[in-house]
């Protein structure tokens, strides 16, 4: 039984109280003395030259205080916004990076370009005077398919013929062919994955501050890591040192990859600020997140898959297109290709595997990472092209996977990670019986009788997480190291301050850290506080994302607790006038080993602060410990998903009858908030395999713009999830034995969800629905599929 | 949005005073205007809000009609016992319109008003027959409705209650849009006391609601889905977005009714 508020237990979320009262301070709520307002001017052109921007009018508009434009920008000399990630294509080339202007100059690339910046008294003001500025602009025909974007003969970027980003590939090419070419059966499988708009609660919210007294800037912003934000902002744009520049992230109403990123609103607003001498704040608004956040996902694929008779994967091939949008954000190179690529052998023991990924520019808004990043692509590759091979050959869903399930470890997979530990069995077997998959064709037969056509999907996926061992992610082109920072404050009466860099935006980490916190120390959870978002708090961090805070962050706690630990048994050794080797700290005591004699933890902290009677001449008073973690390999969670629907084949429309999740996240600090995230994965996942579509139109104008078009899983739309997790795994290098858990819902369910879409369809001879598999898109597939049927 | 003046009257008369104002618009719900107004495509002086006006809400049955105020609230309708009595169909339209939020704001006057091409009452309101009543007559409801956010409704004209004959039996059968969850093909079914069967359709025609003649010949000979799988229905009437085809519309239309069909059976 885990202690009581320690690892193991479901404590109830402390940040809750205030969330659920509405006492959340966001970005948004804060408003700083002086404070102005901006409203960004955007594109409505995907692709145009800006011949001339007309400021007059509304820079002499009521309560304007300046408009800025492009001009502005290049005149002071600013950087572009930075891309923090470098990909080295096939030929040993760096990819083409082109500038990304804080500010348009020349041309524009997509609908939401930022053209200019008006900064007024009120945001009404700011509004109204944009409507005066009078931009000539000439219309070009835009770059929107990434298939043809190579041909197109137009260019978003001078400096990347043919819209090429990179052309780059990862595994053994010639292996591969020959594992093809003695293959039994050969399966293939050409798909889209769709993109989509991340959508947070809060939209973005910047306000940037320059303090003239002391040359001092501050950006307040809705980030998952403000560290990043602050070197990267810091560095490369406005050549501001770190210590004339505070980042702080206070409450962020979720963020899914989508605020990792350094947006020019940010850095506009910082450097802005100085020149006018007041504070900016700018807001979006939910259409302006439309088109100024980062999108996730939208690859092109074909892949291949080689068999031998018994249905073992003997090679793998894909070849993949990936949007880059117009420019290029801060992660997204690396989604494709070290996120994506590396992630193709799954659970499975496919000797060969090959893949190509082709980056794309095109007239569209930045794609970057969003839930899961890279790894959901990944994992609706393979489990969709296994169930299609089983499909072909005659074979069960689960009985092809056992054929070819890894089940030594360490393993090497043929595309550059080392899996430390799993049991693929594990949560297969327990996903199966949970879920009744024996009982599914009498469940079948159940449906059929009311007309309707019941599909059971299969998913097994495995991710890498706890990003990242940081000379590894040097080797493949990050621009920045991967671990975590974190200080304990031991105060002087024994409560504890912690300074974390994982930003909590959702995760829970107050919660969660003060239960590692407190099962290390022995002290209650209400004695621990974790602070976080604020640079000028925390000594580092590099944020929140790829499920990493506590397989990294709260290792670098769990450092820091032991090196508090290790100086309280100098202070507590001098006290009770022992060896320090024989003292001993369990349950909040520091015990001389084999007696009765104690100190409490505060009382050890009291005597660092009050050192009257202290080792003075061995060690300096006080007790506060900082830690750097950096992690020795990626984190492995994997899990086998199963999805349930009942396809209505009249109207096309897909139901969820059940979604069953088994994961194995290594050991788990506290399962209530496990499960919840592997619920909102799980909602992201069904959003995307169902409903989700980010559609542009052969301008370039984003089609679903709206909540009106585009459409968000809402609470009817869901089953009730039957999320389970096994006694897992523990990850063999990290601490506390952790591995992760916050995108494994988003990476599961699609493929699962499709494969069951897939199998309930099955009969009309169908074999493939691209995602979301709305009623439109299922009812034409059985549409088409009837008519090819009638024809032959 | 831009800045506007705000009326409030108390009654009908303050109300279409207020709207002879250059640049007035009423305001019923807000569940359209408000949106529009804050994408700034659309910039009234004054805003007449009409839900101060009680002799405006309200559910009542008179001999063979049912009457409801144009400014009673979706959510009014959907949990009225009078409605539930005369035309459950009504309140089960109106308990599927947006979510609970919506249907405490938004209200029949407005949704007949704004004639939006994948609003639930419209079809209602043609199937049925219904008579709609402003502050100056009656409309019948063939007459009101005019193509895609049009109606016959005068400036300054405000439609005070719709006036619903009560059939023998009724269905309204919803399919959502993906998205807006507005209607993206319905059909309301009623079988009227003349022995007739009348279908309107909403969110599927390129020029808003409809009622589909066709269909509803077939019916009134012979009440099943066979004399349904007989019926043309025409895809190019029918209107074209990313969640639907005219020719998965039509479909639909189809779907719809027999749905309605089995409903009533």
Known sequence: MPKDGGIGASVVRREDTRFLKGKGRYTDDMNR????????????????????????????????????????????????????????????????????????????????????????????????????????????????????????????????????????????????????????????????????????????????????????????????????????????????????????????????????????????????????????????????????????????????????????????????YANMGAYLSTFAPCVPTWLHATLLAGQYTTPMVHARVRAMFTNTVPVDAYRGAGRPEATYLLERIINKAAQEMGLDQAEIRRRNFIRTFPYDTPV??????????????????????????????????????????????????????????????????LYEAATIRVNPTGSVSVMTGAHSHGQGHETTFAQVVSDALGIPADQIDIIHGDTDKIPFGMGTYGSRSLAVGGSAIVKAVDKVVAKGKKIAAHLLEAAESDIIFEDGQYKVAGTDKAKAFAEVSLAAYVPHNYPIDEIEPGLEETAFYDPKNFTYPAGSYLCEVEVDPETGKVEIVAMTASDDFGNIVNPMIVEGQVHGGLAQGIGQALLENCAYDEHGQLVSGSFMDYAMPLAVDLPNFVVETVEGTPCTHNPLGVKGCGEAGAIGSPPALINAVVDAIKGYGIDHIDMPATPLNVWTAIQNASAKQAAE | ???????????????????????????????????????????????????????????????????????????????????????????????????????????????????????????????????????KREIAAEDFFQGLYTTSLEEGEIVTAVKFPIPVAATYQKFEQPASRFSLTSVFLAKMGDGSVRVGVTGAGADGVFRHAGLEAALSADFSAAAVDGVAVDAGMMSNDLHATPEYRAHLVKVMTKRAIAALS
């Open chain 1, 33 to 320: 003395p002086g404070q102005t307002y901006a409203y960004i001017l955007r594109s409505s052109l995907a692709h145009a030259t800006l011949n001339n921007i007309d400021t007059a009018a509304a820079s002499a508009a009521p309560g304007v205080i300046r408009v800025f434009t492009g001009a502005d920008i290049t005149a002071a000399e600013l950087g572009g916004v930075p891309c923090g990630w470098q990909i080295t294509d096939k030929h040993g080339e760096p990819m083409k990076e082109p500038a990304h202007p804080i500010l348009a100059v020349g041309k524009v690339r997509h609908v939401g370009d930022p053209i200019a910046v008006v900064v007024a008294e009120t945001y009404d003001e700011a509004r109204d005077a944009a409507e005066l500025i009078d931009i000539d602009m000439t219309d070009l025909a835009a770059v929107v398919d990434m298939r043809t974007a190579e041909t197109s003969g137009n260019q978003v970027h001078e400096e990347a013929p043919d819209n090429v980003c990179y052309d780059w590939e990862l595994g053994d090419k010639e292996g591969t062919d020959a594992a093809f070419a003695n293959a039994h059966h050969v399966t293939t499988l050409e798909f889209i994955n769709n993109r989509l708009v991340a959508n947070p609660m809060e939209p973005r919210c910047a306000i940037g501050e320059y303090d003239e007294n002391d040359d001092n800037y501050t950006l307040y912003t809705t980030s998952q890591n403000p560290h990043v934000i602050r070197l990267l902002m810091g560095a490369f744009v406005l050549s501001i040192p770190e210590h004339k520049l505070r980042v702080y992230a206070p409450d962020v109403g979720g963020g899914f990859g989508s605020k990792i990123y350094h947006y020019a609103e940010e850095a506009f607003v910082t450097w802005a600020s100085k020149e006018i001498r007041r504070p900016i704040k700018w807001t979006a608004d939910r259409s302006e997140a439309f088109i100024s956040d980062a999108h996730g996902r939208d690859h092109v694929t074909k892949a291949e898959l080689a068999l031998d008779a018994e249905g073992k994967f003997l090679g793998l091939r894909a070849d993949t």
């Open chain 1, 416 to 481: 550059a990670l080392q899996y430390d530990t799993g049991d693929y069995d594990a949560t297969l077997n327990a996903v199966m019986e949970t879920a009744d998959y024996a009982g599914f064709e009498a469940r079948r037969a159940e449906s059929a009788s009311r007309g309707k056509l019941r599909g059971i999907g299969l998913s097994c996926y495995i991710e890498a997480c706890g990003i990242a061992p940081s000379a590894l992610v040097g080797a493949l082109g990050a621009r920045a190291g």
């Open chain 2, 1 to 135: 949005m831009y800045a506007f003046d705000l009326a409030r009257p108390a009654d009908l008369a303050s109300a279409v005073t207020s709207l002879q104002t250059e640049g007035a618009q009423a305001l019923s719900g807000g569940q359209t205007l408000i949106p529009v107004l804050k994408q700034r495509l659309s910039q009234p002086s004054v805003l007449v809000d009409l839900s101060g006006i009680d002799s405006m809400k309200g559910i009542r049955r008179a001999g063979e009609f049912l009457i409801i105020g144009g400014g009673t609230t979706h959510g009014t309708v959907a949990g009225s016992a009078e409605v539930a009595s005369a035309i459950p169909a009504i309140a089960s339209l109106a308990s599927k319109i947006g979510d609970p939020q919506v249907r405490n704001r938004g209200t029949i006057g407005g949704s007949v008003a704004n004639n939006d091409p994948a609003a639930c009452y419209p079809s209602a309101v043609i199937a049925l027959g219904a008579t709609v009543e402003t502050n």
